[in-house]
């Protein structure tokens, strides 16, 4: 008998310390979301961009805002500088911080939301070649090795057509010439009847002579189109060319900003590049071609260049050394929780992709 009312005591304890502790959370909780939030902000554009009158929008600013909305928070955006975010969470003087980097290291010191945002590295490079580029290309190895693989079918053709058509069309190809004018006249005809000129000065009289040169006319259309791309993407370049990292960058004049994740992307590849204080500056040297390429986030290279109508820049998304976006909290807070699932709730609705498409649309 004793044993069993020690046992029911012990329920009845565990029990009464259970319900103590979910009382404490949820009071906890509700004491939280109950006052005033301290939201860290700092900016960076295009997650938080700060105005020209001290108000703040961005993707985050407005991702925040439908998560207080949906849940019922009350808060005041507060400006910190983005090094000391986690001191500023730790301290207390912040309960939210919009803009936090994901890391393993900062993980040891600080919770995180969900991931919200997913910024992967580009290349953004100008869409036009300088006059200088274009005449050096001229000498490209490329461009003389297609010249060369042309000259040889020409002379090929050419050659055929000649001992074809020596005998019975000598004003054309035979008569007294040598055999190296005859092929140079076959050459001739050749090159004038694949680009279509058709001078009409020489042409073939025989079956077997026009034969070929209808089969040539016809192979001719579509070599010579094959043949034109591959002489203007030798001469202009590919604007669609990808970029590949960090092989192709060994041979570039690049830019990064100092401190980015992409200059210490590239100090650690060790590659050669100019360092610059900000985004802009780097894009307008790359768009004045003093430069080939800058490497920064992508959503912030869109943002920028599709602000600025003298920027025609392209973006080439490289996938290397991603960040990850979430909001920070303080280790251990109740407001991880109500904010994880309120922002699952908000990035599920089709809003929140226009939203992305209104700040870093592709194009």
Avoid: C
Avoid at 178 to 191: D, E, M, Q
Avoid at 193 to 199: C, E
Avoid at 289 to 315: C, E, F, M
Wanted: charged share 20%.
């Amino acid at each position: 008998m004793r044993i069993r009312h020690a046992l029911i005591f012990i329920h009845l304890l565990f029990s009464f310390a259970a319900s103590v502790t979910a009382f404490g959370q949820t009071d906890t909780t509700g004491a939280q979301i109950g006052r005033q939030l301290v939201v860290g902000v700092h900016t960076q554009p295009p997650y938080i961009i700060k105005g020209q009158n001290g108000t703040w929008d961005g993707i985050s600013i407005r991702l925040w805002r439908d998560i207080a909305e949906d849940i019922n928070l009350d808060y005041r955006f507060v400006e910190v500088v983005p090094d000391s975010a986690s001191k500023v969470l730790l301290q207390g003087k912040a309960d939210v911080f919009l803009l936090g980097t994901v890391t393993a290291e900062a993980d040891t010191q600080v919770d995180f939301s969900h991931i919200y945002h997913t910024a992967q590295v580009g290349a953004a490079s100008s869409q036009t070649k300088k006059l200088s580029s274009i005449a050096k290309s001229f000498f490209s190895k490329r461009f003389w090795y297609i010249a060369a693989m042309l000259s040889v079918l020409l002379l090929i053709v050419g050659t055929i057509v000649y001992f074809v058509e020596r005998r019975q069309n000598e004003d054309n190809f035979g008569g007294d010439r040598s055999l190296a004018k005859g092929i140079g006249a076959g050459f001739w005809w050749a090159g004038v009847t694949m680009t279509t000129i058709g001078y009409g000065d020489k042409a073939p009289v025989t079956f077997w002579g026009r034969a070929i040169a209808l089969l040539w006319m016809l192979v001719a259309m579509a070599i010579t189109a094959v043949l034109t791309a591959s002489l203007v993407s030798a001469v202009m370049g590919s604007s669609a060319k990808k970029i590949t990292v960090p092989q192709d960058l060994r041979n570039m004049k690049v830019a990064a900003v100092t401190g980015s994740g992409a200059a210490q992307y590239m100090q650690e590849e060790r590659v050669s590049f100019q360092e610059f204080s900000n985004l802009t500056e780097s894009l307008e040297a790359a768009n004045k071609q003093k430069l080939d390429v800058v490497i920064h986030s992508v959503p912030a290279l869109r943002y920028t260049i599709n602000n600025d109508p003298d920027l025609a820049l392209q973006v080439q998304p490289v996938q290397i050394d991603p960040t990850y976006y979430a909001f920070a909290l303080a280790p251990g807070s109740s407001l991880r929780e109500p904010i994880n699932l309120a922002l699952l709730r908000v990035i599920k609705d089709p809003l929140w992709q226009q939203e992305l498409q209104r700040f870093i649309p592709e194009k």
